[in-house]
Every structure is written in C-alpha cells, then in structure tokens.
C-alpha cells in the first residue's frame, strides 16, 4: 500500500502546480491593478534602488510561475521565484522577520512557504510530468 506513495513525478508536478498557481494569481493581482507596481517602485526608491525594478515582480510572479506550471526549465523558474520573494522580503516584510503571527505561526509563513518551495523546486527540477523534463 505504501509503495503508491512512492512517486516522485507526482510529488513535483503538486509542488510545481501549488507553487506556481499561487504565485500567477499575486502576478495577474499586478497585472490587473498595476498601480500596484506605483508602489513597489516607490518602495524601491526609498530603499535606494532604481524604481524600474518594479517591472522584475512582473517576471517573478507571471514568467517564472509559468515556467513552473508547465514544466519548462522549472529550476530557474523557481530560482525567478525565490529571488523574487527574497526582494519582497525585503521591501515589505523585514519587521516581520523575526516575529510571530496572532496564531502562533511565523508571521511570514506564507512568503516563507514560497521562498522555500520555490528553492526545493531548484533541488529538485520539474519531474517527468512536464514540457521539458529535467
């Protein structure tokens, strides 16, 4: 019985799938409203750095999460991912870095699980249920 938990392509393509789903809809969230992208460039430049970077969250959270839907060099879909979220950390979550929430959890479970997903991801490639296996 145990044996049919034993499935690897599976168990990626799930990864890659609740990953990937997850962090499209944050991407078309931007792409609907890109006033959204007014204040991560304003984030930025408070930060010090240039406010054209803006435009990278399009490619962190549209591009990259595609890649990893499909399967389609998913390693650096999930390297786009994790950069991604390391920036979002940054901008807008570094109070919250070492805090916990109302509930007891770490207050950045969710940006967590993303960051973190998204490295496994990197280790772990797309699995044979993808365009392009790796």
Known sequence: ??????????????????????????????????????????????????????????????????MVILGWNARIG?????????????LAHMNQLFTLGDSGGWALELQGMFLFGAVALMFLGSGRMAIKPD
């Open 78 to 90: 999930g390297l786009l991912i994790a950069g991604n979220m390391l920036v979002a950390i940054y």
């Open 1 to 66: 019985m145990l044996n049919a938990l034993h499935n690897d392509a599976l168990g990626k393509l799930i990864l890659r799938l609740a990953l990937g789903i997850m962090i499209l809809l944050h991407g078309i969230n931007k792409l609907i409203n890109p006033e959204s992208l007014s204040w991560i460039g304003d984030t930025l430049a408070a930060n010090g750095l240039p406010t054209v970077l803006a435009y990278g969250v399009l490619l962190g959270e549209v591009i990259a999460p595609l």
